[in-house]
């Protein structure tokens, strides 16, 4: 996988898949090693997808200075220039899908159409901010917060579930504690997702943008979601049955962003 220097950044990224081009940009903490990857649903049958290791993660430099989301989305921009892409789709999910914002605003020509999942706005949008308090939360704090189904019964109900998730969770820590450049990379995204802020700018979006929420999504909920995309000019809204995560693993969702991308 190749590297290219973008905004003074050393960036690592991937290409794959025909057609038109879509770029797609990660969640906080992941990166193209994530076992939730966008090459691994049906997208790159349709599409040309470049994904990335955004700043501080992955095999991308990792640079000491904290950045902001608006820094975020000209460091994606610039890979796509980069890439030789004057026009493309995104999509981003959870801060990837803030990134997304501020690049349509920052970039109106580039974009062709906007997909935004289980995301938000910032500012007056910004629901629960605990983005910083994660490690503090037990897993049964951060199960019910990524889902509402995840309840005192479905934990008591569930114990080898949550047994994993805990197990998942520790193994994320203790990869960034292990790793200083990604540790830093990490509280680089907590510190830009916790001052992300394009809620009162989203009427400038000129892109046909889908907003994608989670019913039991406790962390975008959606009147969250909803208020996103009333403030997208003739935005639709696609409210799905899952949480803030696992929608990822609806193929009906995936059919539903492919259709919207093939306009």
């Given at each position: ?5 973008v ?11 025909a ?38 993660l ?28 004057e ?22 020509a ?5 997909v ?9 949008n910004s ?10 939360m037990s ?5 019910k917060?990524?889902?509402s ?8 109900a ?59 999504d ?40 492919i ?5």
């Amino acid at each position: 996988m190749p590297f290219t220097q973008v905004n003074g950044i050393n960036l690592h990224y991937e290409i794959r898949g025909a057609g038109p081009r879509v770029l797609f940009i990660h969640g906080i903490g992941a990166d193209l090693k994530s076992p939730v990857s966008i090459f691994t649903t049906p997208v790159p049958q349709y599409f040309t997808v470049l994904a990335f290791d955004p700043r501080g993660l992955g095999e991308s430099d990792s640079p000491q200075e904290p950045c902001s989301i608006a820094e975020l989305a000209d460091n994606a921009a610039g890979l796509a220039e980069a890439a030789g892409w004057e026009r493309y789709h995104v999509l981003g999910a959870s801060m990837g899908g803030m990134v997304a914002q501020e690049l349509a605003l920052r970039y109106p020509a580039r974009v062709e159409r906007l997909v935004l999942s289980v995301t938000n706005g910032g500012g007056v949008n910004s629901g629960p901010q605990v983005i910083d308090k994660l490690n503090e939360m037990s897993t049964a704090e951060k199960l019910k917060l990524s889902d509402s189904r995840k309840d005192k019964a479905w934990v008591a109900a569930h114990p080898e579930l949550v047994s994993q998730a805990e197990q998942e969770s520790k193994a994320f820590l203790a990869a960034l504690q292990a790793n200083p450049e990604h540790l830093r990379g990490y509280n680089n995204q907590v510190y830009a997702v916790l001052r992300h802020n394009t809620f009162a700018r989203l009427p400038q979006i000129k892109a046909p943008t889908l907003v994608i929420g989670g019913r039991y999504d406790n962390s975008c909920p959606p009147d969250i979601t909803r208020a996103l995309a009333k403030q997208i000019p003739g935005a639709r809204y696609e409210l799905l049955e899952s949480g803030h995560g696992d929608w990822y693993f609806d193929s009906a969702a995936w059919a539903m962003i492919i259709d919207f991308l093939r306009g």
